[in-house]
C-alpha cells in the first residue's frame, strides 16, 4: 500500500523566512498530494493541492512542487508569520484513502 | 466551518465501555473517512465508506467498527475501551471516487478513556 515519508518533523524559522516541508511516497499510482495545516486541538484545513499532471502550484505566499518521477513533493511557505505556525500534513492518494504523512511542526518566531 | 458535523465534541469513559462518534458529512459528499490521532502523533486511517458500503480499512481493531447509513451519516462504534484508545477521533468526507478527491474534515470527537 501507499507509504508517505515527510520531513523534517520539527521546523523552526524566523518570521520572514521561508519554509520548504518535503514528502516522498511510494506508490506511483498516486495522483492527488493535499496539504493541511493542523492548529493545535483543531481540525486538519486543506490549504493547497496538487494533482499529478502538474508540477507546480502557488497560492499567495504558499507553493506546492511536485516530482513525479522521484516521487517527491514539497510545500513552500515564503515571509512566514508567526499565524503559520501549526503541524503540517501532506498525504497521497492511496487505494480508496487519503495517506498522511507524519507531519511537521512549524514554529516561527517573531 | 468545513461542513462535517461530528458529535460530541468531547467524551469521557470509562475502561470497558463502549461507545458511538458520530459524523454528518457534507452535503453532496458520499464517501466518509474515520482516522484517529492519537496524542503528537499523525492521523492514522481507519475506514473508509462510500455511499453505504465499506471501501477501504486500515488497522482499526477488532473492537472498532464502523457503518454508514443511507442518509449517509457515519458512526464509529468503540468497544471494549482500553486507556491506550484515548485519542481524537475525526472524519473526512469526499464526494468519492470519480469525483473531486478534496476531503474535508470535522472538528473531531476528543475520546479520553479513564
Known amino acids: 500500500g501507499e507509504n508517505v515519508e515527510q520531513h523534517p518533523s520539527t521546523l523552526s524559522v524566523q518570521e520572514g523566512d521561508s519554509a520548504v516541508i518535503k514528502c516522498t511516497y511510494s506508490d506511483s499510482a498516486s495522483n492527488y498530494f493535499p496539504w493541511y495545516k493542523q492548529e493545535l486541538g483543531k481540525r486538519p484545513q486543506l490549504i493547497i493541492d496538487i494533482r499529478s499532471n502538474v508540477g507546480e502550484k502557488k497560492d499567495q505566499r504558499i507553493a506546492v512542487t511536485l516530482n513525479k518521477t522521484a516521487k517527491h513533493f514539497s510545500l513552500h511557505i515564503t515571509e512566514t508569520q508567526p499565524e503559520d505556525s501549526a503541524v503540517y500534513f501532506c498525504a497521497a492518494t492511496g487505494f480508496q484513502k487519503l495517506v498522511f504523512g507524519t507531519g511537521t511542526r512549524l514554529l516561527v518566531s517573531p | 466551518d468545513s461542513g462535517v458535523t461530528q458529535t460530541p465534541k468531547h467524551l469521557i469513559t470509562a475502561t470497558g465501555q463502549r461507545v458511538t462518534l458520530r459524523c454528518s458529512p457534507r452535503?453532496?459528499?458520499?464517501?466518509v473517512y474515520w482516522y484517529q490521532q492519537s496524542l503528537d502523533q499523525g492521523l492514522q486511517f481507519l475506514i473508509h465508506?462510500?455511499?453505504?458500503?465499506?471501501?477501504a480499512k486500515g488497522n482499526i481493531l477488532e473492537r472498532f467498527s464502523a457503518q454508514q447509513f443511507p442518509d449517509l451519516h457515519s458512526e464509529l462504534n468503540l468497544s471494549s475501551l482500553e486507556l491506550g484508545d484515548s485519542a481524537l477521533y475525526f472524519c473526512?468526507?469526499?464526494?468519492?471516487?470519480?469525483?473531486?478527491?478534496?476531503?474535508?474534515f470535522g472538528q473531531g470527537t476528543r475520546l479520553t478513556v479513564v
Open positions: 452535503s453532496g459528499d458520499l464517501s
Open positions: 473526512a468526507s469526499s464526494v468519492g471516487p470519480g469525483g473531486p478527491p478534496e476531503a474535508f
Open positions: 465508506y462510500y455511499n453505504g458500503e465499506e471501501r
